[in-house]
């Protein structure tokens, strides 16, 4: 037998050797994930996407030309897209030293996903983009949630609308509740936020057998009691989600850390640095953290850990303590 030398090739196990076998794991662990100097408790940027579209109609729409940089960019920045069920749930399963995105679309329009009748995704539309640049940059996830209404990427036939979800779903996408009709739910009562709710949900369930896992407001808007938009049930079905997301504009917390609120988690409109985006839209963000890389969201490559460094323990949630590794 070929070996390291000095040491013996068999050798009795016992309990002691054991634990100090498990410590030198988790320093090992430990140090590694300082060599890439994680920080699973930093910030992660939600972006939120309307249409991709050639002639934008307003600033929330975005061309295709615009979204390809914007991959491009992310891609060159170390980041990997994850879902925002991921996000919300702390499955966050990416390389070592690689950062976080979630991508987000609201309103389920064509312009994200139109697939022809052999359900390959035509082209500019936001999937087709995404895959696209995914191909260029092995390792970069082609995943994003889609937040649908009723107006299910254009589909009114029942059939087409379920080739649309099951699509998404089959190909590592996620679908989210944007509520049935769009409204504001701030002015609404229980039962009519209850009621979009659930609507969209029993339709996303009985056509793609999917539980949407989050929920994106209309409007960015929250309803009078902000758990209405969380937890419900009416209509034979009930909801649960693990997040719900906002409109505006900032970076979102890191899902481990006591500030983040399944009530109300933030996210970056994708756009320019111009008028009301010159600080508060996707450039400047991706700006900023760049600037101030202490601040954001570093994997250490193993999904199971928490790492960070040890300064940020008191801002750790007591739910993730059991996968904590400070170092
Ligand atoms: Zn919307």
């Known amino acids: 037998m070929t070996g390291c030398g000095s040491e013996p090739a068999v050798k009795p196990v016992t309990q002691a050797d054991a634990a100090v076998r498990i410590q030198q794991a988790k320093q090992a ?3 590694a994930a300082a060599k890439v100097k ?3 408790l930093g910030q992660v940027p939600v972006l939120m996407y309307h249409r991709i ?18 991959l491009e960019r992310l891609a060159a920045d170390g980041y990997v897209p994850i879902t925002a069920a991921e996000y919300a749930t ?4 990416i390389p070592a030293g690689k950062h976080p995105v979630v991508l987000t679309f609201d309103d389920s329009s064509p312009s994200q996903l139109d697939l022809d009748d052999l359900g390959v995704p035509r082209q500019d539309t936001a999937v087709a983009i995404l895959r696209e640049i995914a191909a260029k940059h092995p390792g970069f996830r082609p995943v994003a949630t889609f937040y649908v209404t009723r107006d299910m990427f254009g589909k009114t036939v029942k059939e087409e609308q379920a080739q649309a979800l099951l699509w998404l779903k089959d190909n590592g996408f996620d679908i989210g509740n944007h509520t049935r009709d769009h409204v504001n739910l701030g002015t609404r009562s229980q039962k009519e936020v209850t009621e979009q709710i659930t609507s969209i949900q029993k339709q996303v369930n009985s056509l793609a057998y999917h539980q949407p896992v989050t929920l994106a407001l ?15 049930k009416g ?17 979102a917390p890191a899902p481990f850390t006591k500030t983040f609120d399944p009530l109300g988690i933030p996210r970056i409109k994708a756009m320019d640095k111009k008028g009301d985006c010159t600080q508060f ?7 900023w953290l760049k600037n101030n890389p202490d601040m954001r969201f570093t994997s250490d490559g193993d999904v199971g ?21 400070p170092y």
């Open 281 to 287: 839209c996707s450039t400047a963000w991706l700006d």
């Open 29 to 31: 662990k430990a140090a």
């Open 235 to 251: 209509d034979g079905v009930a909801y649960n989600h693990s997040g719900v997301f906002l409109a505006g504009y900032t970076p």
């Open 90 to 93: 702390g499955k966050i399963g």
């Open 305 to 325: 850990t928490v790492a960070f460094p040890k300064f940020k323990a008191p801002f750790l949630r007591k739910d993730f303590a059991a996968r904590a590794l």
């Open 53 to 70: 579209i050639k002639n934008p109609g307003s600033d929330d729409d975005r061309t295709p030309e615009k979204f390809r940089a914007d």
């Open 38 to 40: 994680a920080n699973e």
């Open 218 to 232: 209309p409007y960015g808007s929250q309803p009078r009691k902000k758990d209405w938009a969380l937890r419900g």
